[in-house]
């Protein structure tokens, strides 16, 4: 089995998904299988996937995330509830029976928090703050809801601008509320979706005892998560999103690559009530998330996704 695939976006010469997804397919001994990258922007998206229709997939990056959901309800192709509800998506895939688009951004948050949130205080354990209210608030609003979040506060520069997310916690059953961006109160868990530069000095309340911290900005250093650590909360960097996403999406590429194969196809069948099946997608995760990182430690110069 090979995979040919791409990474989607402008600008995109930064984004490190190509060493990501190659790692991974040189992990699983999926010699042959393509991994590239295009620029284009979202005007040229439509055709572009229209001409490239032999491809596996695609991961896509900014400014090609809304458009994506835009085509998927257009062309009814299968809309993850990770992209139907919050409206953007980054992954594009290709079954023997079907196209679905998704949004592994979530998978990714959710991925890096749960580890450390075993570590909160109870008082504290249903409550998150976000700071910023886009694309990704959106994102970190639907992840923070699968893990257990019942109570947001959105820290915002301009109120307006939220009734986005304030609309997506309604539907999703949060209650949500916005404050000026100065004050960081008490939570289990504080994600920033600012871009680096974006986050200014931030009082932090001093009944902070314990949580988790994700900046998903992808930054050498974070000032936001050293105060978050001051504060006794776990530091969680934006590069860890970045691989768990990419975990997500890589076995996406995977299962619709195997929906083509007839021997792939006849032999999940002939598993899937079985263990057998679920042992293998474990190892092949672990096999893929160590890849993943080790490339990335291995790499040098900025992140990008």
């Known amino acids: 089995m090979t995979i040919s695939a791409a990474v989607l976006g402008r600008p995109i010469a930064h984004s490190k998904s190509p060493l990501l997804h190659r790692a991974a397919f040189q992990a699983l001994g999926l010699h042959g299988s393509e991994y590239a990258s295009y620029d284009l922007g979202a005007d040229e998206l439509e055709a572009?996937?229209?001409?490239?229709?032999?491809?596996v997939g695609f991961s896509l990056t900014m400014p090609l995330k809304e458009q994506l959901v835009e085509l998927a309800r257009a062309h009814g192709w299968?809309?993850?509830?990770?992209?139907?509800?919050?409206?953007?998506?980054?992954?594009?895939?290709?079954?023997?029976?079907?196209?679905?688009?998704?949004?592994?951004?979530?998978?990714g948050i959710v991925r890096a928090l749960a580890p450390g949130l075993t570590t909160c205080d109870t008082e504290y354990g249903d409550r998150a703050t976000i700071l910023g209210a886009?694309?990704?608030?959106?994102?970190?609003?639907?992840?923070?809801?699968?893990?257990?979040?019942?109570?947001?506060e959105f820290l915002v520069r301009n109120p307006d601008r939220a009734r986005r997310v304030l609309e997506l916690s309604q539907r999703l059953?949060?209650?949500?509320?916005?404050?000026?961006?100065?004050?960081?109160?008490?939570?289990?868990?504080?994600?920033?979706?600012?871009?680096?530069?974006?986050?200014?000095?931030?009082?932090?309340?001093?009944?902070?005892?314990?949580?988790?911290?994700?900046d998903v900005a992808y930054a050498a250093e974070s000032g936001f998560l050293r105060a978050a650590e001051a504060h006794g909360l776990i530091p969680v960097?934006?590069?860890?999103?970045?691989?768990?996403?990419?975990?997500?999406?890589?076995?996406?590429?995977?299962?619709?690559a195997e929906s083509q194969n007839a021997e792939a196809e006849l032999r999940n069948t002939e598993t899937a009530d079985g263990g057998d099946r679920r042992t293998r997608d474990s190892a092949r995760r672990a096999?893929?998330?160590?890849?993943?990182?080790?490339?990335?430690?291995?790499?040098p110069g900025p992140v990008g996704d």
Do not use: K
């Open 134 to 152: 886009g694309a990704t608030a959106a994102s970190a609003l639907l992840a923070c809801h699968e893990l257990g979040i019942t109570s947001i």
């Open 173 to 214: 059953g949060i209650t949500a509320t916005t404050a000026p961006l100065r004050r960081i109160e008490p939570a289990a868990i504080v994600i920033s979706t600012l871009p680096a530069e974006a986050v200014p000095e931030l009082q932090w309340s001093p009944d902070f005892h314990s949580g988790v911290a994700l």
């Open 78 to 107: 299968d809309l993850d509830d990770t992209a139907g509800l919050t409206g953007v998506a980054n992954t594009l895939v290709r079954s023997a029976s079907s196209t679905a688009v998704a949004n592994t951004d979530v998978q």
């Open 287 to 299: 096999a893929i998330t160590v890849a993943m990182y080790r490339a990335l430690e291995d790499a």
């Open 237 to 256: 960097e934006g590069t860890v999103m970045l691989v768990e996403q990419a975990v997500a999406q890589s076995e996406m590429f995977i299962a619709a």
């Open 48 to 55: 572009f996937l229209a001409d490239h229709d032999q491809e």
